[in-house]
C-alpha cells in the first residue's frame, strides 16, 4: 500500500470539501454532505459530525469487510480527519461562481476517491457500503452504487438549502462518478489479486 498516493487522495478530497463544497453549500451526497445538513440542524460543528460518521463508518468497515480493509482504511481516515479539521479551521474558502465551485470540487474529489481506491484503501465515506455490495454481486459497479446513494442525500437535503444547492449537487455527483469510473476503467487490474479493488470495479 502507498501511503504517499493515500495521502495525496485525502489531501485533494479535503481542499474541494473543506475550501470549495462546504463553504459554498453544495451537497454532493457523501459523508461531509451529510455532515453539513446534520450540522446545520443540530447545530453542532460539522467536524464533530463528520469524525463521528467516519468512525462509524471504519467500525462498520471492520465488521463486514474484515482486518485487512481496515487497516488499510484507518490511515486514510486519520488523514482525512486531521486535513478537513485542519482546513476547515483556517477559515479559508474558495468563493467563486457556485457552477465552477461544484465542477471543481467534483474533480477534485474523483480523483482524490480513485487515488485511495487505487491502493485498496477505503476514504472511510458510503464507500465502505459501495464496496460490501460490490462484493456480494459484482454486476454493480462501486461508482455507479455510490451516485446512487449520494442523489438519496441530495433528495434529502433538498429543503435545506435550495434547489440550486441540489441541482449544483447532482451535477458534482454526476462528474465525480464518472471521474471515478474511467480511471478504474483505464487502470489495468491486477491478475494476481482477485481481492484487489480496482479488479473488482473491471467487473
Known sequence: M???IITIGNLLLTVAYALIAVPNHIINGGVTSTSLLL?????ID????????????LVLGRIILGKDFFIKSLYSSICYI?????FHYTGIALTISPLLSAILASVLVGIGHF???SQNSSTVSYDVIAIYLHK???KWNPA?????IGILVL???????GIWSVIYGILFTIIQTEIIYVFTQLKPAKAESEDHLLSQFRN
Not at 39 to 43: D, H, I, M
Request: charged share 5%.
Open 2 to 4: 502507498n501511503y504517499f
Open 39 to 43: 450540522s446545520y440542524y443540530l447545530k
Open 46 to 57: 460539522i467536524t464533530y459530525i463528520s469524525t463521528l460518521l467516519i468512525i462509524l463508518l
Open 82 to 86: 486531521i486535513f478537513f479539521n485542519f
Open 115 to 117: 487515488l485511495c481506491l
Open 136 to 138: 456480494k454481486n459484482k
Open 144 to 148: 455507479w452504487i455510490l451516485g446512487l
Open 155 to 161: 433528495l434529502s437535503g433538498a429543503n435545506t438549502f
